[in-house]
């Protein structure tokens, strides 16, 4: 028993190091300036249903990305639950991540699925990404794994 309850101690002793150690990589679609979605309103690709221009003075830093909004209530709404609203893929083409590519986007080629924002290439590539959407949102999310750990920072 002795000898067990060592290894076990020290094991929880190890787990409770290592989140201080395991850095998350992340992977973002940003400008220069740290902007993301080109300054849209993520948001509003959900109660707009459209790409909406957000305001400077309404910005928001989350997980590394600077966020405007269009208006206050998008801002609170963000806030209250970021992970419902920020783009899936950190921003990129969902169709390229599916291929392994990290590729700009186009706003106008938005598309809610499965409650989360995916953004496209081109209105062209989001309906080439619809011919099979749940297998290439399949490989994308495998693949974004790989693409964060790679190209991640």
């Given at each position: 028993?002795?000898i ?5 101690l020290?094991?929880?002793?190890l787990?409770?190091?290592l989140p201080?150690?395991a850095?998350?990589k ?9 902007l993301?979605i080109q300054?849209?309103?993520p948001v509003?690709?959900?109660t707009?249903g ?6 400077p003075?309404?910005g ?6 600077l966020y ?9 709404a963000?806030k ?5 609203y ?7 083409c969902?169709?390229?991540?599916s291929r ?5 986007i186009d706003?106008?080629?938005?598309q809610?699925?499965d409650?989360?924002?995916l953004l496209?290439?081109?209105k ?7 011919k099979?959407?749940k297998?290439?949102?399949?490989k994308?999310?495998?693949?974004w794994?790989?693409?964060?750990e790679?190209?991640?920072k």
């Amino acid at each position: 028993m002795g000898i067990m309850r060592k290894l076990f101690l020290s094991l929880a002793v190890l787990a409770l190091a290592l989140p201080a150690f395991a850095q998350t990589k992340i992977l973002l679609n940003l400008d220069k300036s740290g902007l993301a979605i080109q300054g849209y309103d993520p948001v509003a690709f959900f109660t707009d249903g459209k790409p909406v221009k957000g305001k400077p003075e309404l910005g928001l830093r989350y997980n590394g990305a600077l966020y405007y909004f269009a208006s206050k209530d998008h801002r609170d709404a963000f806030k209250a639950d970021p992970a419902k609203y920020e783009p899936a893929f950190g921003g990129y083409c969902a169709y390229g991540v599916s291929r392994g590519k990290l590729v700009e986007i186009d706003v106008e080629a938005f598309q809610i699925v499965d409650g989360k924002l995916l953004l496209q290439y081109s209105k062209g590539v989001r309906d080439d990404f619809n011919k099979d959407t749940k297998g290439n949102l399949a490989k994308a999310s495998t693949n974004w794994t790989t693409l964060v750990e790679k190209k991640g920072k």
